[in-house]
């Protein structure tokens, strides 16, 4: 069975400094991982996904997750936060021989608080 | 495109009445998809559809609710009767296997039910 895991409800970081949000996964084949924000009182929107190729995969917003596949981890990572990337963080991930399985299965999401 | 359009934006009603949530999903996706938002249990998906035939509703909360997708280009959900616990953010997303499955989302609806 597929699933994903974000270890971590709420991350704090001081705007300027590193960021990482943690997401495992599990699938049987081939993981399609992706990441996805929610900002307050909207939709989810895209940020960035791994399908095959290079495991360091650059996103919108400055954001880029790293495809580890002997750990099963996507952790999402920005080199300086800012304080509008405040919000809620989805990872989500899919079997790619998953056939006509076509749904994606997120994770409960991990709200990124950034202070100035 | 204009995206994924859902209506209404904001939806106010009264415990016992029926509840009708428009979707239309981004032209060429063959695969549509319900989910409630809430704080206490999260995102959870509700059913999902591929051309235009349900194939997973095992997120259907009960018989209350039901949802339709007569064509490509519009599905409802519709809740009858409505009860406070229903009331959440209901985000309609569609997706096509051209773009491995990435969702694209409405900007949901935001339902109360008093």
């Known amino acids: 069975a597929q699933s994903v895991a974000q270890p971590e409800d709420q991350v704090n970081v001081a705007e300027g400094n590193p960021l990482t949000v943690k997401c495992t996964y599990s699938?049987?084949?081939?993981?399609?991982l992706f990441w996805y924000v929610q900002y307050p009182n909207r939709g989810l929107q895209f940020l960035l996904k791994?399908?095959?190729?290079?495991?360091l995969v650059k996103g919108s917003y400055g954001f880029e997750a790293e495809f580890n596949k002997s750990q099963t981890s996507f952790h999402l990572k920005k080199p300086s936060a800012l304080v509008s990337d405040s919000a809620l963080y989805f990872c989500?991930?899919?079997?790619?021989?998953?056939?006509?399985?076509?749904?994606?299965?997120f994770g409960k999401g991990t709200k990124l608080s950034v202070k100035p | 495109d204009a995206g994924v359009i859902q209506s209404p934006r904001h939806e106010v009603t009264e415990m016992g009445q029926e509840v009708t949530l428009r979707c239309k999903p981004i032209?060429?996706?063959?695969?549509l998809f319900w989910y409630r938002q809430t704080m206490m249990r999260g995102l959870e998906l509700l059913i999902y559809?591929?051309?235009?035939?349900?194939?997973?509703d095992s997120g259907m909360p009960e018989d209350r609710f039901s949802a339709k997708m007569p064509n490509a280009s519009f599905s409802t959900l519709k809740i009858q009767p409505s009860e406070p616990r229903d009331s959440a953010v209901y985000f309609c997303?569609?997706?096509?296997?051209?773009?491995?499955?990435?969702?694209?989302f409405g900007p949901g609806t935001r339902l109360t039910v008093l």
């Open positions: 997303a569609s997706s096509d296997q051209g773009h491995h499955n990435e969702q694209f």
């Open positions: 699938v049987s084949g081939n993981p399609y």
């Open positions: 791994y399908i095959t190729g290079d495991n």
């Open positions: 989500a991930v899919r079997d790619g021989a998953g056939g006509s399985q076509g749904n994606l299965i």
């Open positions: 032209s060429g996706h063959d695969y």
């Open positions: 559809f591929n051309n235009n035939v349900p194939i997973d």
